[in-house]
């Protein structure tokens, strides 16, 4: 779909002073619509929850009307890990893949705010699917990957504690061990029965399933927006999960008992391909 941008209070020699004033334009008094002017700038604004609250404040006016959110947030995303390019609307060096992305992180942002299924908690977003299991993940927006619920808050509480008020995250890649999955977490408890809604595998037990969560890889040709509201959609619709899930614990089920079969007392150090 294609979406023309626009801003709302642009041209600023300071960054939070000096916006433009053109009241008839967009229909409110003084610099900026409130719930612009509103925008904490001090807090940290990487967790989904906060970072929901710049695009729907510059989307005001869409939202009100229910139609399609169009107006790229100003300057805040500075103070986000979110791609340097898609910070700020160039007409002259934008590509068409910049571009492509900021109407996709419109379109998530829009989704998130619809979606009556959807609740956001600091870094976590929370989905409730339609046959009553809850799904969760952290949204870690510098990496752009989705990991382990309230896993990000856990880490800044530990690596930032003296500094409240820092921007950004204060973390490096390579101390991020346990963020290298896109994991979501599922409310079902370990070993799980597969609900009963699920067609052919309904009130069947899993074996290999040891914890309550599962790895959803991005695909190749889409966008981390794209790929958080494909995984979304995905927890709301609460059946086909089940189903790839479930016929993976088969395989593991059946490559176990191959492994059994073949070598019943282990595998020989000589068979390098079992190892």
């Known amino acids: ?10 041209r600023k020699v300071n960054k939070k002073t000096n916006q433009n004033k053109n009241q008839n334009e967009h229909g409110w008094d003084g610099d900026v619509h409130p719930e612009i002017a509103a925008i904490d700038h001090n807090a940290n604004l990487e967790p989904i929850e906060q970072l929901m609250k710049i695009f729907s404040a510059y989307n005001h006016q869409h939202r009100n009307e229910g139609t399609a959110w169009s107006v790229w947030p100003d300057w805040e995303l500075v103070l ?8 700020f609307i160039n007409a002259n060096s934008d590509t068409q893949e910049v571009i492509e992305q900021r109407q996709h992180w419109l379109q998530f942002t829009q989704f ?3 979606c009556e299924a959807i609740t956001l908690d600091g870094y976590t977003i929370i989905v409730g699917g339609t046959h009553g299991q809850q799904f969760m993940f952290d ?3 510098e990496y752009e990957y989705w990991v382990t619920p309230r896993s990000l808050d856990e880490h800044y509480q530990k690596t930032n504690s003296a500094k409240k ?18 994991e979501v977490s599922h409310s079902l408890e370990a070993y799980w029965q597969c609900p009963e809604h699920v067609a052919k595998y309904g009130g069947k037990w899993t074996r290999y399933t040891h914890d309550s969560s599962f790895c959803i890889e ?4 889409e966008t981390f927006p794209q790929g958080m509201m494909r995984i979304i959609q995905m927890c709301i619709e609460d059946t086909e999960i089940w189903s790839v899930l479930f016929e993976k614990d088969l395989s593991d089920i059946e490559h176990h008992e191959f492994m059994e079969r073949e070598w019943p007392g282990g595998i020989p150090d000589q068979d390098w391909e079992y190892q």
């Open 1 to 10: 779909m294609e979406m023309e941008y626009s801003y709302q209070g642009v």
């Open 80 to 87: 986000t890990s979110m791609k340097d390019e898609l910070h």
């Open 112 to 114: 998130i705010n619809d």
């Open 139 to 141: 949204m870690c927006m």
């Open 165 to 182: 008020g820092l921007l950004g995250p204060p973390w490096k890649r390579n101390t991020l061990l346990h963020f290298v999955r896109h």
């Open 218 to 221: 991005p695909n190749a040709d």
